[in-house]
């Protein structure tokens, strides 16, 4: 059995926060590995200004690079939109993995807005990192009034693959107040400058093996 923390998003672009949210995670619940699920479409965010795939994931492969993390765009593959269907996929899919839900206090904050998100509690043990400026809002939020009485104590966090979902622990990780939005504003060209970093027809899916384009 390998246990693997999932971090889903955009990564539009990927960035050092990124990183560090996921090897927290990984220190303080005993992961082999984390996979970054790089989504073809965010139903939750504009089409304007996302770059194309292949750039997102090449941006993706180059912050993770020399980390226990696959970089994959399996939804892509699954035919899946939304995070409970392709969660739901996985656990199908993958029945020698034990998966937990990895995401920051931001996306805490809208998880309410997501489709079926209380399905996805019920799916999986969540672990959710903080977040400066985001935190104080995340536990105002509607979901917190469902979740919080789902909470596990961070000291018993490497047990999550006893716990029966829903379940949910809160995991410090080193402030860093990097964002993908400001990092655009700073380079729109970001996404040219990923995708001459790699030969793009050798990009392939670190969990199907399948080629990215």
């Not at 926060?17 to 619940?29: F, G, N, Q, T």
């Not at 995401?103 to 998880?111: E, P």
């Not at 079926?116 to 009034?145: C, E, F, H, N, S």
Request: charged share 20%; hydrophobic share 45%.
């Amino acid at each position: 059995m390998s246990r693997i923390g999932l971090l889903g998003g955009s990564f539009n672009p990927a960035h050092g926060a990124h990183r560090r949210i996921s090897l927290a995670a990984r220190a303080a619940l005993g992961l082999d590995e984390i996979w970054w699920l790089v989504s073809p479409g965010n139903p939750l965010k504009p089409a304007r200004g996302m770059a194309p795939l292949a750039a997102r994931f090449a941006s993706a492969l180059a912050v993770a690079r020399h980390a226990p993390i696959r970089v994959t765009a399996i939804e892509r593959e699954l035919g899946t939109v939304y995070t409970a269907e392709t969660l739901e996929k996985l656990v199908a899919r993958y029945p020698q993995h034990r998966f937990v839900w990895l995401m920051g206090a931001d996306n805490l904050g809208q998880f309410h807005r997501w489709r079926d998100w209380r399905q996805i509690a019920r799916t999986m043990p969540i672990a959710v990192a903080t977040r400066p400026g985001y935190d104080a809002g995340a536990l105002k939020a509607p979901a917190w009034g469902w979740l919080r009485r789902f909470v596990r104590p961070v000291a018993m966090a490497k047990d999550w693959t006893l716990w029966r979902p829903p379940a949910l622990v809160l995991l410090s990780s080193p402030p860093d107040p990097t964002s993908a939005t400001a990092l655009r504003a700073a380079n729109p060209d970001w996404h040219e400058t990923a995708t001459n970093s790699f030969h793009m027809k050798a990009l392939r899916d670190g969990v199907t093996r399948s080629p990215i384009s």
